[in-house]
């Protein structure tokens, strides 16, 4: 079945550090999606991609949807103490699939 | 527009025990996934319905089954329960237009304990 690895697993940065998190999919996606938990809370939608080669920006954050729609990444510039969390990418196969298939999160902490 | 609610929002259980969790979409979303979260496997997808069908079913064995009623409401139920159980059972809903998926909202979840 469909898989979506996501790397790195955990990563600490120094407040101000930049952070970067990737998505891999074993089958080509009809789109992806971003989610932020943080802890103690439930993962919450930060944004939905779907065009080869996207690139969409929420202030510090830039999300990138790989040309082969099989790999995507966030990256977090100048990281803040309200950036921790867990980050996951969850991928949407084909159409017609009704299965959101998530990575297992980068959990992010951010030493002030 | 309330959001998700889940009930209950904690529970406790011995092993082949049965428990039913409960999910309330936002209204008019008909959409409902249910999602297993654990610190080693992350979030694994269970079951989504729509229009009180089951669409697609993740990798879990038979005891772990669902339904959704005429006013979207859908419940799980886990039979025999097993310590490996023990996890954030997470529901979500979202708003589905023809063949366009949108967000997926989810509710605080239930933290369910098997001892």
């Known amino acids: 079945g469909q898989q979506v690895m996501q790397i790195p697993q955990y990563q600490h940065v120094q407040e101000g550090e930049d952070f970067t998190t990737y998505c891999n999919s074993s089958?080509?996606?009809?789109?992806i999606q971003w989610y932020k938990q943080r802890p103690g809370g439930h993962p919450v939608f930060l944004i939905q991609?779907?065009?080869?080669?996207e690139v969409k920006k929420q202030k510090r954050l830039t999300f990138q949807f790989g040309e082969a729609k099989k790999n995507s990444s966030l990256h977090i510039t100048a990281t803040q103490t309200t950036d921790v969390g867990t980050y996951f990418c969850?991928?949407?196969?084909?159409?017609?699939?009704?299965?959101?298939?998530f990575g297992k999160g980068t959990k992010l902490s951010v030493i002030p | 527009k309330a959001g998700v609610t889940q009930t209950p929002r904690y529970l406790i259980k011995t092993r082949g025990q049965q428990v039913t969790l409960s999910c309330s979409p936002i209204?008019?979303?008909?959409?409902v996934s249910w999602y297993q979260q654990t610190p080693g496997q992350g979030l694994q997808f269970l079951f989504e319905?729509?229009?009180?069908?089951?669409?697609n079913k993740g990798n879990f064995p038979g005891r772990f089954s669902g339904r959704q009623f005429s006013n979207s409401r859908s419940e799980m139920n886990v039979s025999t329960l097993e310590l490996g159980d023990s996890a954030l059972y997470l529901c979500?809903?979202?708003?589905?237009?023809?063949?366009?998926?949108?967000?997926?909202?989810f509710g605080p979840g239930t933290r369910l304990t098997v001892l």
């Open positions: 979500a809903s979202s708003l589905i237009v023809g063949t366009n998926y949108n967000e997926q909202f």
């Open positions: 089958t080509t996606l009809s789109n």
């Open positions: 991609l779907v065009k080869s080669g």
């Open positions: 969850a991928g949407r196969a084909g159409a017609g699939s009704y299965q959101l298939t």
């Open positions: 209204s008019g979303h008909r959409s």
């Open positions: 319905y729509f229009s009180e069908t089951q669409r």
